[in-house]
């Protein structure tokens, strides 16, 4: 059964936007996860960070 082609294109359409909000998906949890080290590093004394500012 062949679908007609602007259908084709939505389909086509459709699947390149779930594939784009996959992938901003996985970038902003990404982000978040970066976010919450930041935070846990904020929280040490500077005696046992890496670096001293």
């Known amino acids: 059964m062949s679908v007609p082609a ?14 784009r909000l996959r992938k901003v998906s996985e970038e902003k949890a990404n982000l978040y996860l970066i976010l ?4 846990l590093l904020n929280r040490l ?6 670096w001293k500012i």
């Open 6 to 19: 602007g259908q084709q294109a939505l389909l086509d359409r459709i699947e390149h936007l779930e594939a």
């Open 45 to 50: 004394p500077a005696s046992t960070a890496c």
């Open 36 to 39: 919450h080290m930041v935070e």
